[in-house]
């Protein structure tokens, strides 16, 4: 990190203390502490925001936004430069900001307990529904048909094409399990033209260390990274969360027996988050809330597979069959929650009907 950075926010660099923080794989990320002060100092990274300059000003709308309509939100929003600027341009190429760091708050890479979830899905319906009188169309779309699965399903029929014949050979099981589940796809064409699904404020990134909780009770107090901040359907967030939140195990384990869908984290999400959305959403919206986790898994599915037979040049690989170890991962969590789809609707009725009353 360019110490020199410091001395723009007014910062003695001598008297500061620089460590890296978090494990995020997009952007650097440092801890700044200053004596008694703490901060969060991050590069954008230009490799997958191709503009920079549109997540400063989606962050600046949305932090205005807050300001004058929910000033009781704690919405962390970066720190002013001494020349009065809410960035960096280093180098002429490289982007900073500075965040402060809120104090007693911590984050988690795991949810451990229905709470987590709960309190996580908590916090980002309550970022949708107040941010419900602000016009999604004002932000900018920082990346392109990120959770466009009509385009992902057209891209891994491209590399079933043209990709490596040895891999998509390899992988004829699993390309067959994700063409005859295609219908996944039918769906999500169908809600983009449909009346009563909504374009909102939607967050796209609903991992659990997206979330600030209070160190000493583990209430949630906000909402953090919103660099993936768009217009959206609410299934790109719900569907996150139950992707990343219902097994215990990540995209990551080779084991798949241990993969499985937990009931009482699905209760967690569906109370948590419909608590806030509840007169946000449509009675059909409401309908698509397990699909939404269909939706996701399948769509991260696609895009690994997609990645192993185009030879990893998206992801990447830290071993061989890494993408396909994590494809097969994710198919094998989708048919977890396709076994289980008649209990989670059997869970999720008291909440829907808590909701229409």
Not at 105 to 126: M, N
Not at 198 to 210: E, F, M, P
Not at 270 to 287: C, H, R, T, V
Request: net charge negative.
């Amino acid at each position: 990190m360019p110490s020199h950075l410091l001395g723009l926010y007014g910062l003695d660099e001598n008297l500061c203390s620089v460590q890296p923080f978090g494990n995020g794989l997009i952007n650097n990320t440092w801890k700044i502490s200053c004596g008694d002060t703490e901060y969060i100092l991050q590069r954008i990274n230009q490799h997958v925001f191709k503009q920079p300059f549109l997540l400063v000003d989606n962050i600046r709308k949305l932090s205005a936004y807050f300001k004058e309509n929910h000033p009781e939100y704690l919405f962390v929003a970066p720190l002013l430069t001494l020349a009065g600027e809410d960035f960096i341009v280093d180098n002429k190429t490289d982007y900073y900001r500075m965040f402060p760091f809120v104090r007693d708050s911590y984050t988690s890479d795991t949810v451990t307990k229905p709470s987590l979830a709960f309190e996580a899905a908590q916090q980002f319906g309550r970022f949708t529904r107040m941010l419900s009188g602000f016009d999604p169309l004002q932000l900018h779309i920082t990346l392109p048909d990120f959770h466009n699965l009509s385009l992902r399903y057209q891209q891994f029929e491209s590399s079933i094409k043209n990709g490596n014949a040895d891999r998509i050979n390899q992988s004829s099981e699993s390309i067959d399990f994700l063409r005859r589940h295609n219908s996944i796809v039918e769906v999500f064409e169908k809600i983009k033209t449909n009346p009563h699904f909504k374009l909102r404020v939607t967050h796209h990134d609903t991992k659990i260390s997206n979330v600030l909780f209070a160190r000493e009770d583990g209430i949630g107090l906000c909402v953090i990274d919103l660099d993936t901040v768009m217009p959206g359907y609410f299934i790109s967030d719900v569907g996150d969360m139950l992707r990343t939140y219902l097994s215990p195990v990540s995209e990551e384990e080779k084991d798949f027996s241990r993969i499985e869908i937990r009931e009482e984290y699905f209760r967690a999400i569906a109370q948590g988050y419909l608590g806030e959305m509840q007169s946000e959403l449509s009675k059909e919206e409401k309908s698509h809330f397990v699909y939404a986790g269909k939706f996701m898994i399948y769509m991260q599915a696609i895009r690994f597979l997609t990645d192993y037979l185009n030879n990893d040049i998206y992801y990447g690989s830290k071993y061989d069959g890494h993408n396909f170890i994590r494809a097969n991962n994710q198919i094998e969590l989708l048919k977890r929650m396709m076994e289980k789809e008649e209990k989670l609707v059997e869970i999720l009725n008291p909440f829907l009907n808590a909701s229409s009353a």
